[in-house]
């Protein structure tokens, strides 16, 4: 199946887990990823949550693949800041291999979050947030 953002802005909580339960790990991206954030999963708000977001706060991501680093992309101008060390590992939610975005060592603004990301297509990451252990919302990437 073929998935695009309002797609994974459509769906509930549940379903945005099982994709990424059902998903491997795949390769570390590379380049610039275009970023959705999915708050509020399965309800009538999570499109416009997701646009305010975009604009006003967080647009993507750029990795590095060789040095195992990436930047996000904030506010509305989208200025590379928040460093993050990029590796594989296992997964908060089923314990199976994904890719990491860790800030704990790199960011004192953002140093109790750690993001998973795994591959749905080519070029197409679903990732979830977590705060400290808590989860707290998904994400798309688009390279």
């Known amino acids: 199946?073929?998935?695009?953002?309002?797609q994974l802005l459509r769906m509930t909580q549940s379903q945005l887990d099982e994709l990424f339960t059902a998903?491997?790990?795949?390769?570390?991206?590379?380049?610039?990823?275009?970023g959705m954030a999915i708050i509020g999963a399965g309800s009538?708000?999570?499109?416009?949550?997701?646009?305010?977001i975009n604009y006003f706060v967080w647009q993507g991501k750029i990795f590095d693949a060789k040095a195992g680093l990436?930047?996000?992309k904030i506010l509305p101008f989208g200025i590379a800041a928040i460093v993050?060390?990029?590796?594989?590992?296992?997964?908060w939610l089923d314990h199976?291999?994904?890719?990491?975005?860790?800030?704990?060592?790199?960011?004192?603004?953002?140093?109790?979050?750690?993001?998973?990301?795994?591959?749905?297509?080519?070029?197409?990451y679903l990732g979830q947030a977590f705060g400290g252990r808590?989860?707290?919302?998904?994400f798309a990437l688009q390279f």
């Open 23 to 34: 998903s491997p790990a795949g390769d570390i991206p590379d380049g610039e990823g275009k």
């Open 134 to 138: 808590t989860r707290l919302f998904h």
């Open 96 to 124: 199976k291999g994904c890719i990491v975005l860790d800030y704990s060592h790199t960011s004192l603004v953002a140093g109790w979050i750690r993001d998973e990301i795994r591959i749905i297509e080519p070029g197409f």
């Open 44 to 52: 009538g708000l999570t499109p416009q949550i997701a646009g305010f």
């Open 70 to 72: 990436l930047k996000n």
């Open 84 to 91: 993050a060390r990029v590796y594989k590992g296992e997964s």
């Open 1 to 6: 199946m073929a998935y695009d953002v309002q």
